[in-house]
Every structure is written in structure tokens, then in C-alpha cells.
């Protein structure tokens, strides 16, 4: 392969640098920054950097030894402000590229240390186990020993986690080790690994368990241990997620995000009292908003459902919250069964809510209110929402997956 110098004109999507090639084509150069003088050598529109002829004054140290390795993150190595606004200017090209322009808040910033929810991957060596996460577009896993972005409890069990995992590999078998930091310890989920079926081996993991501020053990679905109740928050409102639930990855985002939604929706007119929380999950926004409304939590995961109930039990003070267990994507609510609400909250997996949104924009409720982590498809379901007389008042990105280029949103819509 030749080594060739390139100038790197922009920061695609992807977090790579882009550089115009020899051909005039686009090549992608991983760990290049804006303005930099690099030198790659190219193949099929990749360029592998060599080196770094003229850095960018944008360049800083990364916070993390794995970094350029690991594929955890994509741009450790941008100063503050720049990574900011190239988030927001991402979230407002990808709207643009649906007719829609309106004015993208600042980012609501993330911090070290924040993520509260780790999905590593575990593999067994001739000595050792690895743990980590995999390089990008590759299936090599990066041993990690430190990981900035991660909450400092998770960072401190891997060397137990390695342990823990070891008598569950085989030589062949990658793990999948879900980690959440919760108030009772660590909540630890195993997957893709045989059943621990053996009383010896429940013995063993129970005994290794030990090493770990450990709150509960799953293994291949079946709860080995439960040593503490792994209580998490949703603003301030106790819940017990089910094991390897989904959760937002980070509780200071989560909890930025409740507080702004909780600020759009105290301008909301109330006269029905009523409020509709489509793709709930264990309540994350039900619970909060069920302080000031009657909620209906629509969602298709029971474990989920079924926390959300254990954890109404557990608040006092609150409006009540009914339940339905219904997917959305097959029979979403229709615009005759959304009549009577004050404000509808929609938070879809990163696919969107499509069909869903088709009836949303029919119905007459005077605010909407959507939670994305797919600007994509957010972009696809807002402009439904806008084509059926909606206007898209608001939109804050926040900076839940730091480092990487993923952004989560909010965005509020007002019927015209
Ligand atoms: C991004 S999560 C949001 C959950 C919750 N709002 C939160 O913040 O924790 C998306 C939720 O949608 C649920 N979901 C996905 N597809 C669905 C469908 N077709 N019908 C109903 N719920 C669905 C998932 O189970 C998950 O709980």
C-alpha cells in the first residue's frame, strides 16, 4: 500500500475524517480531524492513518488509553466546543435532509464517568479472559481496563467481572456481560453462555460473586443471586428494572431529560388532566409526569410493564397510571382512542414510530412530545407529524453517548 498525503476537508457521520483522494473520490480516515495534513495509505476509500503531518489546534489528548482502538468511542480527540457544535450541526443536516429547519438548541452536555449501563462482551483466552468492547467494524475485542466514559463502580469490578465471567466461557463462545450501576450494587447479566445448571457451578458463580459490590446476578436468564434490591431513580422515584431492561445509559441525561420535559409540559393547558406515554418502557417519564397527570403507559415489553407496577406501589403522592401492553407498530393507538389527552410523550426504539405517528398526526392533542436516539428516524417521523399540522417548536440534543457520535433528543410539537 502507498503512502499518500491527504488534506482532511470535514468530520463525516461516522466521526472520520473525510479527505477528497487522488481520484476525487471521498476517503474516510479514521482519527483525522478537520484541517489536519495527514498521511494514510488507501484501500478501498478508507485511509489508514500513518501519520499526522500538520495536527488540527482542535486536536486534544484522549481521556482514554484504549482510544484509536477500542470502538467504544469515536472522538475523544476534539476539543469541547468543536465535538458540541458538530453534534448539533449532524442532528440539523439530518433534518435538513427532510425539508425541516428549524433551530436545534444547544447540546445539553454529557460528563465522564456518567454511564450507568455497560453491554461488554467477554471472551476466553489460553490464560486469561478479555472484556470489553469490539474494535470498530471488526470482531477483535479490546481488553479494557479503564473506560472514562463508564461510571466508576463498573470500571472498578472488571478485573471480578473477568473472574466472575471465566467458569461460563469456552473457547469458542463471546459473552455478552450487561452491567448496570444501580443504588443496591451492580446489577450483572450473562448472556450467550450455557445455563448455569449445575449446582456446582452456582456454587462457584455465587462464591465469585463475593469480589463484587454486586446487587444481582443473572445467567442465561435464570437469577442466580439477588444480594441487594438494585434500585434505580427516575427522578427521585424508586423502580427495579428487570434483568438487562432497557434503561437510559446515562441517569444525569435521564435526569435532565425528565426535568426538561417536566418544564415543556408545565406550559401545557390541563384541562383533561391527562397525559399519554407511548413506548414507556418501566416509566421512565410515566412516573415523574404522573405528579401532575392521570398517565396511560403504553408499552410491549411486560417485564417492563410489569416494573412499572411494582414500582407505582413504590410512589406515593402520584396521579394514577394505567397500563397497556400493546405493540405500537402493529396496532398503534388511533387518532379516535388519542382523543383526550393533554400531551402525548413518544420515546421509539432507534427505528421510530412510524405507524404510530401516521395516527398522531390525525389527532387533534395540542402537544407532542418525542424522545429520540435515531435523529434519522426522528427527522422521518416529524416531518409526518408536520405534513399532518404539526409545527416542531423545540429540539435539544443531549449528550447521552459521550464520545461517540450519537445523539439523543427532544423535540416538542405543538398543533397548529
Ligand atoms: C427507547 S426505549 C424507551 C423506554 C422508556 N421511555 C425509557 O425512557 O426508559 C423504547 C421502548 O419501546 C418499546 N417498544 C419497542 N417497540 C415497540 C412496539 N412495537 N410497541 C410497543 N413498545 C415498543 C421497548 O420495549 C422500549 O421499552
Not at 170 to 182: D, E, F, G, H
Not at 218 to 223: E, K, L, N, S, Y
Not at 389 to 402: I, V
Request: proline share 6%; aromatic share 6%; glycine share 8%.
Amino acid at each position: 500500500m502507498a503512502e499518500i498525503n491527504l488534506q482532511i476537508e470535514s468530520l463525516g457521520a461516522g466521526g472520520d475524517g473525510v479527505a477528497i483522494g487522488p481520484e476525487g473520490m471521498p476517503v474516510f480516515v479514521p482519527l483525522a480531524l478537520p484541517g489536519e495534513s495527514v498521511a494514510v495509505a488507501i484501500t478501498e476509500g478508507r485511509g489508514k492513518l500513518l501519520r499526522i503531518v500538520e495536527p488540527s489546534s482542535d486536536r486534544i489528548k484522549p481521556v482514554c488509553t484504549h482510544f484509536a482502538q477500542c470502538g467504544g468511542c469515536a472522538l475523544q480527540h476534539l476539543r469541547a466546543p468543536v465535538y458540541e457544535s458538530w453534534k448539533r450541526e449532524q442532528l440539523a443536516l439530518t433534518l435538513a435532509a427532510r425539508g425541516l429547519e428549524t433551530k436545534v438548541q444547544p447540546l445539553v452536555a454529557g460528563t465522564i464517568g456518567m454511564r450507568r449501563r455497560a453491554v461488554l462482551s467477554a471472551t476466553r483466552t489460553k490464560k486469561s479472559v478479555m472484556i470489553g468492547y469490539f474494535k470498530r467494524g471488526s470482531h477483535e475485542l479490546v481488553d479494557i481496563h479503564q473506560c472514562p466514559v463508564l461510571s466508576p463502580d463498573i470500571v472498578e469490578a472488571l478485573p471480578a467481572l473477568r473472574k466472575l465471567v471465566r467458569p461460563l466461557l469456552s473457547r469458542k463462545n463471546v459473552a455478552r456481560v450487561s452491567v448496570l450501576s444501580t443504588q443496591g450494587g451492580l446489577d450483572v447479566v450473562i448472556d450467550d453462555v450455557e445455563p448455569a445448571t449445575e449446582a456446582s457451578m452456582r456454587i462457584k458463580l455465587v462464591e465469585l460473586s463475593m469480589g463484587l459490590a454486586l446487587a444481582r446476578l443473572t445467567v442465561a436468564g435464570d437469577m442466580i443471586i439477588e444480594k441487594d434490591r438494585p434500585f434505580i431513580s427516575f427522578d427521585g422515584l424508586k423502580a427495579i428494572s428487570p434483568p438487562g431492561g432497557f434503561l437510559q445509559a446515562s441517569q444525569v441525561i435521564q435526569d435532565k431529560m425528565i426535568a426538561h420535559i417536566l418544564k415543556l409540559v408545565s406550559a401545557v393547558k390541563r384541562p383533561k388532566g391527562r397525559a399519554l406515554d407511548l413506548y414507556s418502557g418501566m416509566g421512565t417519564f410515566s412516573l415523574p409526569l404522573a405528579r401532575n397527570f392521570k398517565v396511560l403507559a403504553v408499552e410491549y415489553d411486560k417485564p417492563a410493564l410489569q416494573a412499572l407496577q411494582h414500582a407505582i406501589g413504590l410512589s406515593e403522592g402520584l396521579k394514577p397510571v394505567e397500563i397497556l401492553e400493546r405493540d405500537l407498530a402493529i396496532m398503534p393507538l388511533s387518532a379516535l382512542e388519542l382523543r383526550g389527552y393533554d400531551v402525548v410523550l413518544f420515546d421509539p426504539p432507534r427505528s421510530g414510530a412510524r405507524s404510530q405517528v401516521a395516527e398522531l398526526a390525525k389527532s387533534d392533542i395540542p402537544h407532542l412530545i418525542a424522545i429520540s436516539c435515531s435523529p434519522a428516524s426522528f427527522a422521518r417521523d416529524a416531518r409526518i407529524l408536520i405534513d399532518g399540522g404539526y409545527e416542531l417548536k423545540s429540539l435539544t440534543p443531549f449528550d447521552q453517548f459521550l464520545y461517540s457520535t450519537h445523539v439523543e433528543l427532544v423535540g416538542e410539537f405543538v398543533k397548529k
